[in-house]
């Protein structure tokens, strides 16, 4: 799923939650909150003010994700006083578009998709453009027209997210409670924070145990042989904790994954928590933990004997994502990945992938991060009801409350009682529902504490013409009862990082050899198996497997990776070099034959260059073998890196992390410079260079992309083309609103 804010301003040097805060900016009246107002009702979105651009003019609103237009109604005018739009302290805009985001977020077993469903809302328009039209698609970044007016308030919009039930279990991974801790959290969609819950009574040491080793154990010192005396070899003792966990803690494992100080871009910091989502003790950083990530795997794997060792591929699964998700198994499954943790009273060395440890990602939306599921108001009308909801707005340990109308909106304003209630996840009725109206508000006519004032049988009227002039008639949208509030969708959703078959084949520039989407969707009209027209079988799930796997997540990285693999590929095209490989063989060119492994005739050809970022040579195949802990020399067993897209695309991952990185170094005569190993590995770390791909800076994508392009092909070549998709995967996964000159990306029609 791609998805961005509905404004999208500047960022500039801001983080990416600095800038959602600045693109999602709440109304200045304090109104529109979610998912209660004041009156404690129910309100499924919030109330949004436009931020302005340049001239003092506010921001469009944008489509936030690809999707379908399911209903559009323009402005009403209301030049009348009396009109039902006029009502309270001025005129409420009425224009509303509404689009249904059908999205991939993963995939789990038998490479089955997972798909989701859920619907975006912008209310209170004050102007549409004339292509928006209901049954129309719409793409991410589209714009879709100004900002309206709230009750005489300018530049505002109401803005919500929701979905139906099973849906909703699609999007989180379940639709009722907590996550249970007693077992692993899903794989099918796997993205964000991974986390560790530590049981009660969990063994914390002080220092590091050896890593091939389940059980905490150390070496002795070794003592040399003295005149009389034998040397006495290191012996193995077990260690004894320093503390035994006495709660239940979680251990959250961020990887920076290129994003903030560029010092910092392949860090990892590991947070503990407490259940209640409580922070303890200090956050750690592992610095440059993610740019060594395989040569991490590598020292684990390696501790073990020769016979037993568990194959790298698995360990960086488990170094990545708190366990092995496949298809490599990890043996022996009780590898330890042993980090330093923070506890209560201290600091220490815990083994989180202990046999009663179970892990989670963001992707599981846990109640340690805030997360709550709220289906506990059932009586219909739009008052809040919930005591889940009312137990976090008083925060006074009953959930027998008669609070006052004034003590609700105090409430409301209290910072954390706001970021509570960001995080839940809440059932209630649409309030677009022209039939339900009477049964929504009808309580407002009587009197109670929250309700001193209770509406005359006039005063309702009012505001039942008022709500009716907004109301619209769609009713798949009022069966999506279950509404998140907006910002935290967005923010926690744009760790997803999954492309649907559309939003890959998008990151392609216009004219570059592929079935352009359009005749795609006609062939697939046709019946015709449209997947073979536009890439190897299985590459596309492959390329988002790996994607995940290898860390190409920002923008940047994964328009860099992109940018080498369309030229490797031709175009998505091939996971084979065209050549017969003889330029390699002992034959024909015996230096480079023997540079490349290749030790006997015909080595050439059997390792030709495969796989997305094409591997060459007899002892890449070995190297990239000894990592997946199986043989790729033998035939066919070889022809798996072109006719395998998981092979293919694995093991151009695996080049992608595991290659030593190239720099720039002046001549030693003091002209000009050469490119020379700078014994650092991960090309990620080349892409993290720059503090920020602008894609109107002609000499610093020039630099960005040889830099990157050099890790691939030390000769560079085609280099322009590179920088082409470079320039145009980068539009396109970005929030960038101004494409490169002379970039084009694929748009269906």
């Not at 409420?92 to 997972?114: C, K, M, P, Y």
Request: proline share 6%; hydrophobic share 35%.
């Amino acid at each position: 799923m791609l998805i961005s804010p509905p404004f999208l301003p500047p960022r500039g040097t801001q983080t990416e939650d600095q800038w959602l805060d600045t693109a999602m900016a709440v109304s200045p009246t304090g109104s529109g909150a979610f998912p209660v107002s004041s009156l404690l009702d129910w309100h499924g979105g919030r109330h949004l003010l436009a931020p302005m651009g340049e001239r003092g003019i506010a921001l469009p609103a944008r489509a936030i994700a690809d999707g379908t237009v399911v209903y559009v109604r323009k402005r009403t005018e209301a030049d009348s006083p009396e009109e039902p739009l006029n009502y309270g302290a001025g005129y409420t805009s009425d224009a509303v578009v509404v689009i249904r985001h059908d999205t991939d977020i993963g995939i789990g077993a038998n490479d089955q998709l997972t798909q989701a469903q859920f619907y975006s809302v912008y209310m209170h328009l004050h102007t549409i453009q004339a292509n928006i039209k209901t049954g129309k698609a719409i793409y991410r970044k589209d714009e879709i027209g100004q900002a309206g007016h709230i009750y005489g308030v300018p530049n505002l919009m109401h803005f919500e997210i929701c979905c139906d039930e099973a849906n909703l279990e699609k999007l989180i991974g379940r639709k009722t409670g907590q996550l249970n801790t007693a077992t692993n959290g899903r794989t099918n969609s796997l993205f964000g924070d991974i986390y560790f819950h530590l049981p009660v009574g969990t063994p914390i040491f002080a220092t590091k145990p050896l890593p091939q080793y389940a059980a905490a154990t150390t070496l002795t010192a070794a003592t040399p042989a003295r005149r009389g005396q034998a040397a006495i070899p290191a012996e193995r003792r077990a260690l004894t904790p320093t503390h035994t966990t006495t709660l239940e803690l979680v251990i959250g494992l961020h990887y920076a994954g290129g994003e903030g100080v560029v010092a910092q871009r392949g860090d990892a910091v590991l947070t503990t928590y407490k259940l209640n989502g409580d922070i303890e003790g200090t956050a750690l950083r592992e610095s440059e933990a993610e740019y060594v990530l395989y040569t991490s795997a590598k020292t684990i794997s390696e501790a073990y004997p020769s016979d037993a060792r568990p194959s790298i591929s698995a360990v960086y699964e488990l170094l990545r994502f708190g366990r092995a998700i496949g298809p490599d198994a990890l043996t022996p499954a009780d590898v330890p990945d042993w980090r330093q943790v923070s506890y209560p009273g201290g600091q220490g060395w815990v083994n989180l992938n202990a046999a009663n440890v179970h892990k989670f990602s963001d992707a599981d939306f846990p109640q340690w991060k805030g997360w709550q599921i709220i289906d506990d108001d059932t009586n219909g009308d739009s008052r809040c009801d919930s005591p889940t909801v009312r137990q976090i707005i008083y925060d006074n340990g009953t959930t027998c409350l008669t609070p006052t109308k004034q003590h609700a909106i105090d409430q409301l304003k209290n910072t954390k009682v706001q970021k509570k209630l960001a995080h839940t996840i809440c059932k209630f009725p649409s309030e677009w529902e022209a039939a339900t109206f009477d049964k929504r508000w009808n309580w407002l006519k009587t009197k109670d504490d929250e309700n001193p004032e209770p509406l005359s049988d006039k005063d309702y009227a009012d505001l039942k013409a008022h709500g009716l002039a907004l109301c619209f008639p769609l009713p798949a949208l009022f069966t999506a009862q279950w509404c998140f509030d907006p910002k935290e969708f967005i923010r926690v959703f744009r760790k997803c990082g999954w492309l649907s078959l559309n939003e890959t084949l998008r990151l392609l520039p216009t004219g570059n050899g592929v079935a352009t989407l359009a005749q795609l969707r006609t062939d697939l009209s046709l019946g015709r198996n449209v997947q073979t027209q536009i890439m190897p079988a299985g590459m596309y799930t492959a390329i988002n497997k790996i994607r995940n796997k290898y860390c190409i997540s920002t923008p940047i990285r994964c328009a860099h990776f992109f940018g080498q693999i369309c030229v490797e590929t031709d175009r998505l095209r091939t996971t084979s070099e065209y050549a017969s490989g003889m330029a390699y063989d002992l034959s024909q060119n015996p230096e480079k034959a023997r540079e490349l492994g290749n030790t006997s005739v015909g080595d050439g050809p059997r390792f030709k260059g495969r796989g997305v970022i094409q591997l060459t040579g007899k002892a890449n195949y070995i190297r990239y073998g000894n990592y997946r802990g199986r043989s790729y020399i033998v035939e066919p067993d070889n022809l798996l890196l072109r006719d395998d897209s998981y092979v293919a695309c694995d093991a151009s991952g695996f080049y992608w992390t595991a290659e030593q990185t190239r720099d720039k170094v002046p001549n030693q005569n003091g002209h000009g410079s050469h490119w020379v190993l700078d014994g650092q590995f991960n090309i990620n770390r080349r892409a993290d260079d720059q503090t920020f791909a602008n894609l109107h800076d002609s000499i610093q994508i020039e630099n960005d992309t040889l830099n990157v392009t050099r890790q691939v092909n030390r000769a560079a070549l085609h280099v322009d083309i590179r920088r082409t998709f470079f320039k145009a995967a980068h539009y396109a996964l970005s929030d960038e609103l101004t494409p490169a000159d002379g970039i084009t990306n694929q748009r269906p029609l």
